[in-house]
Antibody, heavy 120, light 107 residues
Framework: EVQLVESGGGLVRPGGSLRLSCAAS????????MTWVRQAPGKGLEWVSA????????NYADSVKGRFTISRDNSKNTLYLQMNSLRAEDTALYFC?????????????WGEGITVTVSS | EIVLTQSPATLSLSPGERATLSCRAS??????LGWYQQRPGQAPRLLIY???NRATGIPARFSGSGSGTDFTLTISSLEPEDFALYYC?????????FGGGTRVEIK
C-alpha cells in the first residue's frame, strides 16, 4: 500500500525551529519528486517546497525561502522539512505529497498532515 | 507568480443537482492544471489531472475542461460525499499555486 506519514510537528515559540519528517512506503521513493503543502487554520492550500527524486531541483515559496530547507534521504525513504525562524503565520497543517507517482507532476498521493503551531 | 482565481467561493446546491466550478489563471497555463477535493478533516486528493483527465478511481460524474486561462470542474449529479472543498492548482511554473477554493455545500 502506498503511504506517506508525517511526523515532527508540535508547538514551538516564535523564532524557534522544527524538523518535519515524511516516511514513505509502498513505492519507489527515490524515483518520485516530493513536495510540502500547508494549510493555515480555516484557510486554503499553500504550496511550500518541492524536491526532485535525486535531491536536486529544489524550489521554495517566497514566504519560506531562506528559513525552510527541504531534503530527503532515499536510503531511509524519508522526506524532511527543516523549519527555522518560525513565525506565527507558519502555523498550519503541513502535508507531504508525492508529485508524479502516477500522473506526471501532479500531487497524486498525500499524507494525512501534521500540525505545527507557532505561539508564545 | 501565476494567480488562480476560483469562483464562486461557495456553491449551495442539493443532492442530484449539477455543480459547475470555475478556475481562471492570470496567464496561460495550457492544460497544466489539476483539481483536488478536500473533505472535512481529510487530506486533499487528486480528482482531475492535466485539466480534463480523471484520476484512477474518480467517478465519471466528475469532469474537467478548459485550456489556456479558463477551466471548469463539473459534477454532473451531486452525491452526499461530494459536498466538500475543491481547489485548482497549476503545475506550469514555479512557484506552484493553488486557487482559493470553492466550497460546495448542501442547500
Amino acid at each position: 500500500e502506498v503511504q506517506l506519514v508525517e511526523s515532527g510537528g508540535g508547538l514551538v515559540r516564535p523564532g524557534g525551529s522544527l524538523r518535519l519528517s515524511c516516511a514513505a512506503s509502498g513505492f519507489s521513493f527515490s524515483r518520485c519528486d516530493m513536495t510540502w503543502v500547508r494549510q493555515a487554520p480555516g484557510k486554503g492550500l499553500e504550496w511550500v517546497s518541492a524536491i526532485g527524486g535525486g535531491g536536486d531541483r529544489i524550489n521554495y515559496a517566497d514566504s519560506v525561502k531562506g528559513r525552510f530547507t527541504i531534503s530527503r534521504d532515499n536510503s531511509k525513504n524519508t522526506l524532511y522539512l527543516q523549519m527555522n525562524s518560525l513565525r506565527a503565520e507558519d502555523t498550519a497543517l503541513y502535508f507531504c505529497a508525492a508529485r508524479g507517482l502516477y500522473y506526471q507532476y501532479h500531487m497524486d498521493v498525500w499524507g494525512e498532515g501534521i500540525t505545527v503551531t507557532v505561539s508564545s | 507568480e501565476i494567480v488562480l482565481t476560483q469562483s464562486p467561493a461557495t456553491l449551495s446546491l442539493s443532492p442530484g443537482e449539477r455543480a459547475t466550478l470555475s478556475c481562471r489563471a492570470s496567464q496561460s497555463i495550457s492544460t497544466y492544471l489539476g483539481w483536488y477535493q478536500q473533505r472535512p478533516g481529510q487530506a486533499p486528493r487528486l480528482l482531475i489531472y492535466d485539466a480534463s483527465n480523471r484520476a484512477t478511481g474518480i467517478p465519471a460524474r466528475f469532469s474537467g475542461s478548459g485550456s489556456g486561462t479558463d477551466f471548469t470542474l463539473t459534477i454532473s449529479s451531486l452525491e452526499p460525499e461530494d459536498f466538500a472543498l475543491y481547489y485548482c492548482q497549476q503545475r506550469l511554473k514555479w512557484p506552484l499555486t493553488f486557487g482559493g477554493g470553492t466550497r460546495v455545500e448542501i442547500k
